[in-house]
């Protein structure tokens, strides 16, 4: 019971020494922020998906809102090339 105690004590006291410090508080957090600057990256662009009622697959371009898909019969068919069909109109409604 002995030994207990005096680890509690002593894993106490170190805690508080490591916390003490003679800093002041930060008055303006925003001189203590730290900006990190990335550059764009492809990577997450395209986003796959698949639906269960007719068994298609979906892929969505993240930046453009763009929809693709594979037919089913380019599933079925393995010899043939799967290739993405685009899904979504050519022309942006939001732009026009």
Do not use: H
């Amino acid at each position: 019971m002995k030994n207990v105690l005096l680890g509690f004590l002593m894993a106490t006291c170190m805690f508080l020494m490591i916390g003490a410090n003679n800093e002041e508080p930060i008055q303006n957090i925003e001189d203590k922020q730290i900006v990190v600057e990335c550059e764009a990256s492809e990577n997450g662009r395209y986003q796959a998906f698949g639906g269960e009622i007719n068994n298609s697959r979906y892929m969505i371009d993240t930046q453009t809102g763009v929809l693709y898909v594979v037919p089913n019969k380019a599933i079925k068919d393995f010899k043939n090339n799967r290739v993405w069909k685009r899904l979504s109109a050519e022309s942006n409604f939001i732009e026009e």
